[in-house]
């Protein structure tokens, strides 16, 4: 186990009656002297905010971007992916409960700063580091300082995140960022409300902030849970909003969803629910709409928009056949497809490797 950090924390201002509140994140956590927000790991100590998390990991993998999931960054390249512990939601349905949701610190296994973990990236061969697992934005001060030490080194950075935060975090936050995969988790404040334990508007309006205002490469993921965000009037209502207000050619991927943590008694994601929610985001005008959590060549795949030709073929997280020049043009017609790209080699492939940071600073 590895003791707390007692890392300054940032975005947070004092109180009458000598509490702080803390303005990372929507939920505005108003702390006497040692108690600790929501999430977790943000805390006041001697008056301030500590992050107790800095520099500290649940574990690192190597992984493909694919996974993340990112589709249209960089395809077939590695991804050096970290989390740390604790969340500032409370999804009944998280699929990392043991990471995002511990109140221990047995999780944190690892601890590597930001620059050994930019230098391992290279020595691993990663195109990029991902921040994910629990969620970014409350480990917010580590992942900034590991961007720039990645940045440096010529490493991009991924956000995999719920999208919580206020504007100023969010705006320095992304500033730091080259790709992000944003959960919208549902279409409606009542799911959000009651069983995540926070607010729709807020990943609107990150979403809205990362298309219009920034490069940030984005993609969405849904993850569709039968009987509580999978009608097909939230589906259509979410594919509408989403062509409307970030248009037609940001990537949304649909995910089955797996009993886990407080919903055991749900039922997984049949495939047909998938199948059917990614045909209505194609009738909605969405040029790129995959599948995951499940076998569908087809929905994993990634077209060209102009002639519909596949230009990259996938079985899960393998690339089986990709026709793309290095700028990203469709290999049959010449049109060029929204995403990051570069030179295409030999694809790192579904593995997942392990790796253990600490034991090689």
């Not at 108690?35 to 493909?64: I, N, W």
């Not at 917010?140 to 100023?168: F, L, P, Q």
């Not at 940030?216 to 207000?245: F, K, M, Q, Y």
């Not at 649909?254 to 629910?273: C, G, L, N, Y």
Request: glycine share 8%.
């Amino acid at each position: 186990m590895i003791a707390e950090s007692q890392h300054p924390g940032r975005w947070w201002h004092a109180l009458e009656g000598g509490r702080i509140q803390c303005d990372l994140c929507p939920r505005d956590c108003r702390l006497h002297e040692g108690q600790r927000g929501a999430c977790f790991v943000r805390k006041m100590q001697g008056g301030e905010m500590v992050l107790t998390t800095y520099g500290r990991s649940s574990g690192f993998c190597v992984d493909p971007i694919e996974k993340k999931p990112l589709n249209q960054f960089y395809p077939g390249s590695s991804v050096l992916s970290f989390g740390t512990a604790g969340c500032n939601l409370a999804c009944k349905f998280c699929q990392n409960w043991d990471i995002s949701k511990s109140r221990e610190m047995d999780r944190l296994m690892d601890e590597a700063s930001p620059r050994a973990i930019a230098d391992a990236a290279v020595r691993l061969g990663c195109r990029s580091v991902a921040f994910t697992y629990n969620d970014p934005v409350i480990f917010a001060e580590y992942a900034m300082d590991c961007a720039d030490a990645c940045h440096e080194r010529g490493v991009k950075t991924v956000a995999v995140t719920a999208g919580y935060m206020h504007d100023a975090p969010r705006r320095e936050f992304y500033a730091k960022m080259d790709a992000a995969n944003v959960d919208l988790k549902a279409f409606t404040e009542d799911f959000y409300f009651k069983l995540t334990g926070a607010h729709l508007q807020p990943v609107l309006d990150t979403l809205r902030y990362l298309v219009r205002e920034t490069s940030v490469w984005t993609e969405i993921t849904t993850l569709l849970i039968p009987g509580r965000n999978d009608s097909a009037a939230e589906i259509e209502a979410e594919c509408a909003w989403i062509a409307r207000n970030l248009g037609t050619a940001v990537p949304l991927h649909f995910t089955a969803f797996h009993p886990d943590w407080k919903m055991r008694d749900v039922s997984p994601t049949p495939p047909a629910t998938l199948e059917r929610a990614r045909e209505t985001a194609l009738r909605a005008g969405l040029q790129y709409v995959y599948t995951g959590n499940v076998h569908d060549q087809e929905g994993g795949g990634t077209y060209c928009p102009s002639c519909g030709k596949a230009v990259i073929v996938r079985d899960w997280y393998d690339i089986r056949a990709y026709h793309l020049t290095d700028e990203g043009a469709c290999g049959f017609c010449g049109a060029k497809l929204a995403g990051r790209y570069e030179k295409f080699g030999k694809p790192f492939g579904p593995r997942r490797v392990p790796v253990r940071l600490a034991l090689q600073a």
